[in-house]
């Protein structure tokens, strides 16, 4: 039995089943972590949906940013654009099946006997473990009920960006979603900066990476997280991991054998996004 983590697979469904069947990936038997995105930018959102939702329960999986942003896709709060190329996967016959299912996935995976955390984006600096837990479990609780629609209405906008228990309502909600799928950058105290979306070198201080801030979450965790496909997967510390490596802009497609603590990589099929973004990213 073996634990596989893969980065954002933003829709390269021929590069998964590739890079699954280099690990000779095994249903029911494995597991497989997925750190979100799994939809937008590449070509096939629609088959990366239908074959990550028929693996059940060998999938542990987190709700990343272009997921939340589907969501409000197909409830027609923001309109669907060429460049998430979700067209076949909003016209599927099963489009609705799909979107239950997706809305009902979780925010954060915790495993105390591997000693793993997994976001899409990270934990911000601001949260203790029991914390985070306790704000992915509000969110999760509101895109599985009918009331998720009124999240994703107020969901745009970087504002509030500092944390606070007080905060209360859309806005707690809003900021969230923001630390746990869209973080990047932090001011030391912990405050979100959500303007900076490039890789760590061109932030000017007091801007840090969000993992060059002390943590506090409990020794001896790793943490796991995708979203930051400049990264190219470097420059975190030990104990905390980017799996994301840009496969939908023409880079790879990373996963690690927790057991093994060994690095697989697919090369990406999306030469027109090369085209479209000039960007190399390599493990």
């Known amino acids: 039995m073996s634990t596989y983590l893969v980065g954002d697979i933003h829709g ?3 590069e998964l089943r590739a890079l699954l069947k280099q690990v000779e990936f095994t249903p029911k038997q494995d597991t497989l972590w997925l750190t979100g995105d799994l939809v937008a930018r590449g070509p096939r959102s629609l ?3 239908r074959y990550i939702r028929s693996l059940g329960s060998s999938v542990r999986m987190v709700l990343g940013n272009h997921d939340l942003h589907l969501l409000a896709v197909f409830a027609g709060i923001i309109s669907n654009t060429l460049k998430d190329r979700l067209r076949a996967l909003l016209q599927a016959e099963e489009a609705n099946q799909l979107i239950d299912w997706l809305r009902c996935q979780p925010l954060l995976q915790v495993d105390k006997e591997k000693k793993l955390v997994m976001t899409h984006a990270g934990i911000t600096p601001q949260w203790d473990l029991e914390t985070a837990k306790a704000c992915a479990y509000e969110l999760e609780s509101v895109l599985a009920s009918d009331r998720y629609p009124i999240f994703l209405d107020a969901m745009y906008g970087d504002m509030p960006n500092h944390w606070t228990p007080e905060l209360k309502g859309l806005s707690r ?8 799928t869209r973080m990047r950058f932090c001011f030391p105290n912990g405050q979100l900066d959500m303007h900076l979306k ?16 002390p943590s506090k979450l409990p020794n001896g965790y790793t943490q796991i997280f995708g979203h930051w496909a400049s990264l190219e997967g470097k420059g975190t510390p030990q104990s905390i991991i980017g799996l994301d490596t840009g ?5 790879v497609l990373t996963l690690l054998h927790w057991e093994g603590q060994r690095y697989y990589t697919q090369a990406s099929n999306c030469h027109q996004m090369k085209d479209i973004v000039p960007m190399k990213y390599s493990f």
């Open 247 to 251: 496969c939908c802009w023409g880079g």
């Open 12 to 14: 390269c469904y021929d």
């Open 198 to 213: 490039e890789a760590p070198n061109f932030a000017v201080p007091p801007l840090r990476p969000w993992f060059a801030i």
């Open 47 to 49: 088959e990366v949906l």
């Open 173 to 180: 909600l809003r900021f969230i979603a923001t630390a746990l």
